[in-house]
């Protein structure tokens, strides 16, 4: 079946350093979706990044991704943490040929910014 | 509004009780979809609702079961709680493919403790 791999549970950064979170896919869709969510504490998750086109950068709220299907990545970065950015985030695949748009999610990782 | 609503927030059963939650939003959208989310563990989706059809996950189907008496309610419901069941269930909404979005919107998330 499909799955999302995000290799860091935690990752713990100093405010201004650059942010970056793994994010790798495996699929049998010819045409993957792939989403980040972010989960502030005590908030739902909501959407922060979404693609479906390969070797294009997308980008939100400061933060920016590239889907690479070569290499079925999708990794999330940010130029300079803030301390505003400490959340759970997800990345997470969908099929953008099927009519409705399940999710499979990664297991999530954890920023956690200080100053 | 693009809220989705979920109650209770917090829900506390017995093992071999029965369980259901419910969830509501106002978005007009046409799918609905439940998700079970443990510690350390990406969200798993457990079933969905696309309009008046119910898909419900090969290896959740005998576990859980859902309605949805209307467009803007859908209910996840448990026969007979058992341990493994404490999680959190998150309830999320999406338009479908026609509406090109796939982004999906989240509720809070109802906490299930059974003991």
């Known amino acids: 079946g499909d799955s999302v791999t995000q290799t860091e549970g935690l990752v713990t950064l100093t405010e201004g350093l650059p942010v970056m979170l793994n994010c790798t896919y495996q699929?049998?869709?010819?045409?993957?979706?792939l989403f980040w969510y972010v989960q502030h504490l005590n908030e739902s998750p909501r959407l922060l990044l979404k693609s479906f086109t390969d070797n294009k950068r997308t980008e939100h709220q400061g933060f920016h991704a590239t889907l690479h299907k070569s290499s079925s990545s999708f990794h999330l970065q940010k130029s300079s943490a803030q301390l505003s950015d400490s959340a759970l985030y997800y990345c997470?695949?969908?099929?953008?040929?099927?009519?409705?748009?399940?999710?499979?999610f990664g297991r999530g990782t954890r920023l956690q910014v200080y100053a | 509004d693009t809220t989705v609503k979920q109650n209770p927030r917090y829900k506390l059963a017995r093992v071999g009780k029965p369980v259901n939650l419910i969830c509501s939003q106002t978005?007009?959208?046409?799918?609905m979809y439940w998700y079970q989310k443990k510690p350390n563990q990406a969200p798993k989706l457990l079933l969905f609702y696309y309009d008046k059809i119910l898909n419900r996950e090969a290896d959740t189907f005998e576990k859980f079961q859902s309605s949805r008496p209307n467009n803007s309610f859908c209910s996840l419901y448990i026969g007979s709680a058992g341990l493994e069941y404490s999680a959190m269930y998150l309830c999320?909404?999406?338009?479908?493919?026609?509406?090109?979005?796939?982004?999906?919107?989240f509720g809070p998330g109802t906490r299930l403790t059974v003991l």
């Open positions: 997470a695949l969908s099929d953008r040929t099927q009519v409705v748009g399940q999710l499979t």
């Open positions: 699929t049998i869709y010819s045409n993957p979706f």
């Open positions: 999320a909404s999406s338009r479908d493919r026609l509406g090109d979005s796939y982004e999906q919107y």
């Open positions: 978005m007009n959208h046409d799918t």
